[in-house]
């Protein structure tokens, strides 16, 4: 019987407490603002990994240890590495590492893999999905990677953002990319070209699929809101507003100051950001119910709110009910993909 | 070789001297010296000259043939080298300027194409309406040689547009309506119409277009997706009817748009609101985007680079008449500059280059293989040693399908295709069964 490993160092990454002097909790996340800021206006080196690392940092108000978030991405590269040296990953086409490394990562990431250690032999388990909390709802930091990395149950924002920074580690091209209330990864190699990879319930949904079933008006598409590759800096864009959510789920809207500029900064390098355009449209209508009858921010921000929802309408997107959504989710990894892909995986019973 | 040359030269004259000494016969006779000659070759030396004894018939003809050999080697060489200039020369001029032209074939017939392209050309470049209606007549009537009637084929399409207007006018449409237009036109089309003839009262049935299974993809006459061959035999295909439709449309006056897949073409319009419509002519269906998505697997970026399912305008359908003029081009007299003139033209006014990117990469594709075989160079590396120059057209192409692959462009996976081949097949079959039924229902 193997026996199951425990990530042992999740004890620890908890562990600066105490030992820094109190500090308002809003600053945390305007510190991260401001580091971030500084990579996407170019003065700092873009890094995923470390906007993400900020983002929930600052939410755990500095309590985030990064060695240890370092070292657990390593320590997952390390198995992802070992899973591409087995040999069980059989690709016909030149382009093997890029190809063996999108596959090694899935299999790491949705698949119970056994790891030879000396003579033991122990398992890795697949990451589970977090139903109960799929959304943050209850608790935001469901959304983390560092809850991922704590509690081995993770959504659809934490489990593509971390298969990312192993691909990141390994150093291939990998990309996250948008669908209403979803993030799922795309990466492309010569024998399939470009392909889906969803880690929330392992499959490969097909770009027709998505469209269709995910709400996804064909403008859209065209306009790139959804379903486009990100660079590397819109996807440090986009950890902008992810801290602006968690700001938002911590302290409320507050003034609503530092969502908008949270947004603003975001669209400034991600022009059509979709969700930086609902954020500041929602922060911006919020702030209208708050303003003075007749005052005139209240006009003001009428005018903005109506350009702004326009311009959202204009780009496609339409707004997705929840029940819809939620059957969609389920309906995922129910539906039969793309054969080819799957043709690649090595059956379980020969790994 | 000048040696050569220059021995047979000497053996000539040796051999006529000869014959006239031994036919005289009335020179002194002169005694042979007895003294050994200090001239004399040796022995060992001698044997390695001919035989040259000009009293022996048999040896003048050795001697002849063997003239008559060196003369076939050199006229042999000189062929190899004349094949060498010649090949030099063709491989220069590939490299310089392509294919030459290949109208000397047909001067009378080609000069049909070069018409076409002038009155198309105009078109776009606004010296002209478009008239996407006329731009398929010059292209189809330019490939069958002037064959064609104009006016029969106005005709035809006056006709088809009465018979909308008067059926809109029988169920009092609004006629002014773009999406009443539309709708009747694919009704025409695609559906079984009654008419009743004003003066003697008697039921006119028109009958739909159907779906050219037999030839639908060209293979047995090129002509199989030709508009004037569906008006002619009232079958068609995915290219011939959306385009059937949207030249009764222009004649109408309906708002309509030609719209790609792939290896597909189908009808788009919008209504009031300014919703979008598939028309898919080919089964007689409106179809949603995600059905062509899913069945032709159209990835995201192919939309977001407008390769697929885009609304295209009339100068857009226009230019891509001049796509397939350089098509019917290639097939009467294959690869040349008004090929690539056509595409390049067309290319111009297209908001999407595939096709025309496509159809140079062909070209391209010919003209490198063309040249590399001419220079014996089986790999690119040794291209590159033989000829920089002929290397550059290899870079050239290369070029080509990066910048398809940048569009997004892949080819549709085999087995989709393959599916859809296979389903197509089967509708075949089924009609087939059905054949006299369906006849019988008809009349």
Known sequence: MPNKIMIYCFAFLMCNAGSLQAQAPESYYNDAFERIDSMLSGKSALDFKKAVFLTENAYFENQLDPEVFDNYIRFCTSICRGIIASGNILYPESDGEKAAAQCAVMVFMTDTIPIQIGKDVV????????????????????????????????????LPFLYKMIMDELGQDCYLSLSPNHIYIKVQNKRVGWYNIELTCGDFPTDAWLMSSGYIHIDALRNGIYMDTLSQKQSAALCLVDLAQAYQAKFGMQDGRFILQCCETALAHFPNYINALLLKAETETALYKQS???????????????????????????????????????????????????????????? | MKRFIYILFTFCTMGLSAQNFGNNGTLPVIAPPQQPNPYQPLESFSNHYPQTNPYNPNELTAIQRNNEMIIREVE?????????????????????????????QDPKNSTYFYQAFDEITSMLKGGKPLNLGRAVFLVENAFYG?????????????????????????????????????MMLFRLIADTLKFKNKGTEKTLTHLPIKYDYDDYRSQQHYDSHFVTKLMKSGVGQCYSMPLYYLILAEAIGAEAYWSFSPKHSFVKIQDEKGRWYNIE???????????????????????????????????NAVANMLISLARCYYVRYGWDDFFLQCVNTAEQYLDNDLEALKLKADYQTYLTLTIANLLKAPTP???????????????????????????????????????????????????????????????
């Open chain 2, 146 to 182: 002037n064959a064609l009637d104009y006016s029969e084929y106005q005709n035809f399409i006056k006709r088809k547009a009465a018979l909308c207007k008067q059926k809109i006018e029988d169920e009092k449409l609004d006629g002014n309506n773009n999406l009443v237009k539309n």
């Open chain 1, 123 to 158: 398992i890795h388990a697949p990451f589970e999905y977090n139903f109960e909390d799929f959304a943050g709802q209850k608790e935001w930091s469901s959304m983390f990677v560092s809850t991922l990395m704590e509690t081995q149950k993770g959504n659809c924002h934490s």
């Open chain 1, 292 to 351: 003075p009858p007749d005052s005139e921010t209240k006009k003001k921000l009428l005018l903005q709110m109506n350009e702004l929802y326009t311009h959202i309408h204009q780009l496609g997107y339409r707004k997705m009910p929840e029940k819809m959504y939620l059957n969609w989710l389920n309906s995922m990894g129910t539906q039969t993909t793309d054969y080819r892909m799957k043709s690649l995986l090595v059956p379980q019973d020969d790994l």
């Open chain 2, 381 to 443: 590396e040794i291209l590159q040693q033989k000829s920089p120059e002929a290397y550059s057209q290899y870079e050239k192409m290369i070029e080509l399908y990066r910048k398809i692959d940048d569009l997004g462009y892949e080819e549709l996976p085999d087995n989709i295709y393959a599916k859809w081949l296979d389903y197509i097949a089967k509708q075949k079959e089924k009609l087939e069964r059905n054949r006299t039924v369906l006849l019988n229902e008809i009349r």
């Open chain 2, 281 to 315: 002519l080919t089964c007689g269906a409106i179809l949603s985007d995600a059905h062509y998505m899913n069945n032709s697997y159209i990835k995201a970026e192919a939309i977001r680079n407008k390769l697929y399912l885009e609304p295209m305008d009339k100068t």
């Open chain 2, 76 to 104: 042999e060489y000189q062929r190899s080298v004349n094949a060498e200039i010649q090949r030099q020369s063709e491989i220069k001029m590939l490299i310089d300027s392509g294919f030459p032209s290949q109208a000397y």
